[in-house]
Nanobody
Framework: QVQLVESGGGLVQAGGSLRLSCAAS????????LAWFRQAPGKEREFVAA????????PLADSVKGRFTISRDNAKNSVYLQMNSLKPEDTAVYSC????????????????????WGQGTQVSVSS
């Protein structure tokens, strides 16, 4: 069973950047689709970005297109979220998630396809 641990969160001013990392242990990520979700206070958890194990396009939420980039390093068993031009509305707890090996979802934005989750890291953006 894979375990996921996020890091890299913090407090940043609007317009700044942060790079989140998610390190996996107990299993390889090379055969898994990985994703980032976020949950702001009083709101439901929402999809941010995903990167498929099989390659292809990397789905992004409309609210982060052009600002956030998801990437993976299978050799380091890690996935990353580069966040640029941060806005106060990006404030949330960011969590990474992983599918079972070789699982292909028709919709990588759906939380139901991810049985493995990290504990989350707080990102706060001040205006």
């Amino acid at each position: 069973q894979v375990q996921l641990v996020e890091s890299g969160g913090g407090l940043v001013q609007a317009g700044g950047s942060l790079r989140l990392s998610c390190a996996a242990s107990g299993g390889t990520i090379s055969s898994r689709t990985l994703a980032w979700f976020r949950q702001a206070p009083g709101k439901e958890r929402e999809f941010v970005a995903a990167i498929r194990w099989s390659g292809g396009t990397t789905p992004l939420a409309d609210s982060v297109k052009g600002r956030f980039t998801i990437s993976r390093d299978n050799a380091k068993n890690s996935v990353y979220l580069q966040m640029n031009s941060l806005k106060p509305e990006d404030t949330a707890v960011y969590s990474c998630a992983a599918t079972k090996p070789y699982y292909t979802s028709s919709d990588p934005r759906s939380q139901g396809g991810y049985p493995y989750w990290g504990q989350g890291t707080q990102v706060s953006v001040s205006s």
